[in-house]
């Protein structure tokens, strides 16, 4: 029956989600359940798109990448695809009439992946940050709002924002690695072979300017939306402080991370903020 292929393409996202992101994971956990597999649905096909161009080193990335997003086209127009995680994503692109022009978005970004290196111009950079996370969350707000285009419009700046935000954060925690294995620098304003203070300072302010406009948008949220959200919030803020403290030489050289007991006690606290309504 059709239906159980479905729902085993919606356990590969879950699956997905959770062995590669435990705080995604988490903070999906927190979501209404009528929402959850919708965006196990999103993050499941990022995540195969951004594998390719990341870790496939032994294969053709360019072949691999290409097949990919033909059977992504293919899936969206049948409505149906042999390849669980697309089948999935194509359910939750047409409940929410997720606008095609995002996917492009971000399939153009995880492209760039394949050969860039450097993001030398803000426009460059930016036009990266767009396709590769703004996106994301404009998909993921579709899913929040459920197809409302005036709750949408309102919250889609604080989306794009919050997007950025997580993008970033990952992008300075993972230095070393992006630098080292990927050779690729995704900052146009810091010299990664020559990570200093100042230049740090810059990136970590730019960030939070990001979360700030951000929350505002998780203020706005539905119900079944905003404590999930807040919760990634929470988590990502939290690792933005600890690389605040630290210093530049040291995140050149480590991958800094919240222990997971931190961020269980996050959770607890974002819980009681979210029925104290602090947020």
Sequence with gaps: MKSIFDKVSYDCSKITTESYSTSFALATKMLSSSIRADIYNIYGFVRFADEIVDSFHAYNKT??????????????VEKISLN?????????????????????????????????????????????????????GLMCLKVFVKGDDVKFNQLKEPAMALGSAFQKVNFLRDLKADFEDLNRAYFPHADLTELDETSKKLIIDEIKNDFQLGKK??????????????????YYYKLLQKLEK????????????????????????????YKLHLV
Aim: cysteine-free; proline content about 4%.
């Design 217 to 234: 948008g998780i203020l706005k949220l539905p119900e079944e939306a905003k404590f999930g959200v807040y919760t990634a919030y929470k």
């Design 84 to 136: 669980p995680i697309l089948n999935a994503f194509q359910h939750t692109f047409h409940t929410y009439d997720i606008p095609f022009d995002l996917v492009e978005s971000f399939m153009k970004s995880m492209r760039m992946d394949l050969t860039k290196t450097a993001y030398k111009t803000e426009e460059e950079y930016k036009e990266y940050i767009y396709g590769s996370a703004d996106v994301v």
């Design 63 to 76: 072949n691999l990448f290409n097949k990919f997003e033909a059977d992504l086209k293919i899936a969206i």
């Design 246 to 273: 630290t210093p530049s030489l040291e995140i050149k050289n480590t991958r800094i991370r919240v222990p997971n007991y931190q961020k269980f006690g996050l959770l607890a606290k974002s819980y009681f903020n």
